[in-house]
């Protein structure tokens, strides 16, 4: 007999976590006004979670919030639980990339709010605040998805709900999940975005079609035509090139490359040969998709 497994829900509630995980960005003075810290903890007290989900800091990103650190000290306390076997001492729950950062600046002290979370709601709130950054592209959204229901018993519902995202976004993402994993690769890479992800779902054979998509830059729709068979009206697209007809060096499409998977469109950069300015473009496949732009840009206010 297969037990039936139970969809629970925790008893403070995941909306009432969500209220303690905080943007994982380091906000600006002229930001709402970030919580008020408990206390001042010194750093060396302060130990991260040994069960924490992400494993890679960006190197870049984290010396831009050193730097950041350094000139304004740090604005958003981080989340802490007291250490059961270490008297004085705190486990991080949230915030572990401002630990880091702040111990590259050298500060001594750093603000904290002290929650008294069990094992399991530290590792549901580390879930829920990687999926909050806006760096994450569409594979890793999903996959925090995903730990979310199966670790956790939420439904797409409740997720929509509380993360403040559309039940038709958490279902369409996590069925880019069921992609062979070269072609979750691809999107991950950015070699391809979610749209084209989404589109090769259907196709008999995603992976030979991904290759194809890449290596013909074929649109999302003309993606979609042939993964109903329909090649005779996919029309032949010329060498990736710039608004001026100017073939893209390697720099350009890498950093194309590398704004699609952060954002999880497309992105189209055309750089006038010699000159400063240029044009960048976003192309978004769904109104869902838009919200989630416009929600990103309004964040960096």
């Not at 797409?156 to 994993?181: C, F, T, V, W, Y």
């Amino acid at each position: 007999m297969v037990e039936k497994r139970e969809r629970r829900g925790l008893g403070r509630g995941l909306s009432a976590l969500m209220a303690d995980v905080e943007p994982a960005v380091q906000t600006s003075a002229t930001d709402s006004p970030a919580p008020r810290a408990d206390r001042l903890v010194p750093i060396d007290r302060i130990h991260p979670n040994p069960d924490q989900p992400r494993r890679r800091f960006s190197e870049e990103q984290l010396e831009e919030l050193t730097d950041s650190i350094r000139a304004k000290g740090i604005i958003q306390p981080i989340i802490v639980r007291e250490k059961p076997d270490m008297p004085d001492h705190f486990e991080i729950v949230a915030g572990e990339r401002r630990w880091r950062a702040a111990q590259k600046a050298q500060l001594h002290d750093i603000p904290v709010l002290v929650r008294s979370f069990t094992d399991t709601e530290v590792l549901e709130v580390a879930i829920i605040e990687n999926i909050q950054r806006a760096d994450l592209n569409a594979i890793e959204e999903a996959a925090g998805f995903r730990q979310l229901m199966f670790k956790f018993g939420h439904t797409q519902e409740k997720l929509a709900e509380a993360l403040g995202k559309s039940r038709s976004h958490i279902a369409n993402l996590m069925r880019l999940l069921n992609l062979p994993d070269d072609v979750q690769a691809h999107v991950s890479e950015g070699r391809l975005s979610a749209g084209h992800a989404r589109a090769l779902i259907t196709a008999p054979d995603p992976s030979a079609l991904a290759r194809t998509v890449i290596s013909r830059n074929l649109s999302v729709r003309d993606t979609e035509k042939l993964a109903k068979g329909d090649s005779a009206r996919v029309e032949k697209r010329p060498q990736r090139t710039d608004g001026m007809g100017i073939e893209k060096d390697a720099d350009t499409r890498a950093l194309e490359n590398d704004l699609s998977a952060a954002l999880g469109m497309k992105i189209t950069i055309d750089h006038k040969p010699g000159a400063e300015s240029g044009r960048l473009t976003i192309s978004y496949d769904t109104l869902d998709q838009l919200d989630a732009l416009c929600g990103i840009l309004s964040a960096q206010r």
